[in-house]
């Protein structure tokens, strides 16, 4: 029998349903509390007694409103300065952080062909839990004024988006290997066609991995998808043989947590036999193609066209494909541009407006980085010689070394499933 006093279990909006509602009943009783306040205070009466009767009322009721808002909203806004100040600032540290993740991969090729050693590092997956807290990775060199000033340079040249690279850093399959990988699949280059109009043979496509197109590197070894910023380093520091180093480990590793893994997905399907996963697909009703024509079938007859009326104007008015897609990258120039209260001048040598402005966000977005690097750079520095840590994402590594610590456990029951010591030295 069910229990009638057990709570219902808590849906994802309830939050926000009571978050809205809380603010706007403070509202209310903080705009209720204002007027009574305004209407019985002498001090008060007395200075509104100047002003014509018929428009105090309206006057105070909007002073009201704005007051409770004002106090409301409050935390959340000085959430939003404070966030604001420092979102330049951040993304200096995060460029900052750049120059070590380099030098961290270019420790993981010496590492996988077994030429470099390390306490912090027991199997492959370590160097993505130090991707994630690389400033205070033990084993890399500290960031010289050189490194800071080659990275600058590298701001002059290289105007692409994110800079802090939307890719994985450490990720060596994709940089070095031909596999298929996560990074390789969510870039993949448009098949070319010969002089013939026809494509090209499966040979030459299977080979034909993702690669930086960047108009300024086209001499980076073709079928790699890199970063920008390692292929200018490489390019002038000639650091380019890390790559080239035979990957020794990785091949081992795999070895050994084949069998762990296999052992494991087995135990799954035993689990699953009696317990068996809901297989059906999941619902999606995302985007016009989805939504229409579960409105049409299945919504109540009397009402769809009063709601796919209402979907069409929420579209035009909110979700303009036209507009979308030809102004999204202007209003984020605009959102960029926010802070430029200083004089700084438009992009040269582009007749269309539209690009002119995006590039002169860029221009400014790196203006700003090249004053703050410096100063990031100083704070670093302090941190290194007060024995201070410096800060990261302690969530996010947490959750980067579970996945190493699984990785190794795999390798460790391999080990022990062909009969050889439960050990990492191999």
Not at 101 to 127: M, N
Not at 142 to 166: A, C, H, R, S, W
Not at 190 to 201: A, I, L, S, W
Not at 308 to 334: F, I
Request: net charge negative; hydrophobic share 30%.
């Amino acid at each position: 029998m069910e229990d009638q006093n057990a709570e219902e279990p808590k849906k994802p909006w309830d939050n926000i349903i009571h978050f809205e509602f809380d603010t706007a009943k403070r509202k209310e009783e903080i705009f209720k509390a204002t007027l009574e306040y305004l209407r019985t205070n002498e001090k008060a009466k007395n200075y509104l007694e100047q002003f014509n009767q018929e428009t105090i009322l309206r006057s105070l009721e909007s002073y009201a409103w704005q007051k409770a808002g004002w106090l409301v909203k409050k935390e959340h806004d000085e959430y939003w300065d404070d966030h604001g100040k420092l979102e330049d600032k951040n993304i200096a540290e995060e460029c900052l952080a750049n120059i070590q993740q380099k030098k961290l991969f270019d420790k993981q090729c010496e590492w996988r062909a077994e030429q470099f050693t390390h306490p912090a590092i027991e199997v492959v997956s370590d160097f993505a839990y130090w991707e994630q807290n690389v400033l205070n990775c033990p084993f890399i060199d500290p960031i010289t004024p050189e490194d800071v000033e080659l990275y600058i340079e590298f701001l002059d040249v290289y105007f692409g988006e994110n800079l802090p690279f939307i890719g994985h850093w450490q990720d060596y399959d994709t940089y070095c290997t031909d596999k298929v990988t996560v990074t390789r699949m969510a870039n993949e280059p448009e098949e070319d066609e010969d002089e013939d109009g026809e494509d090209e043979d499966d040979e030459e496509l299977d080979n034909d991995d993702d690669f930086y197109s960047d108009e300024d590197d086209e001499d980076e070894e073709e079928g790699r998808l890199m970063p920008p910023w390692y292929s200018f380093w490489e390019e002038r520091r000639g650091a380019g043989n890390y790559r080239l180093l035979p990957d020794v480990r990785g091949p081992k590793e795999r070895i050994y947590s084949r069998p762990a893994i296999d052992e494991e997905q087995a135990a799954n399907r035993e689990k699953f036999k009696t317990n068996p996963p809901d297989t059906r697909k999941f619902l999606n009703l995302f985007g016009k193609d989805k939504l229409l024509p579960f409105i049409e079938e299945y919504e109540d007859p009397a009402q769809v066209n009063e709601i796919l009326k209402a979907y069409e104007v929420n579209q035009r008015v909110w979700w303009d494909k036209e507009e979308e897609e030809t102004m999204y990258w202007v209003k984020e120039a605009w959102h960029e541009l926010r802070d430029c209260h200083e004089a700084f001048p438009i992009a040269e040598g582009i007749t269309d407006w539209k690009e002119a402005l995006i590039q002169t966000a860029k221009n400014w977005e790196h203006h700003k980085l090249k004053r703050l690097i410096p100063i990031v750079y100083d704070e670093y520095i302090f941190r290194m010689e007060t024995g201070i840590e410096h800060p990261y994402d302690h969530k996010q590594a947490a959750t980067y070394r579970q996945f190493a610590e699984r990785s190794k456990a795999h390798i460790l029951r391999g080990r022990e499933l062909k009969d050889e010591p439960k050990d990492l030295n191999f």
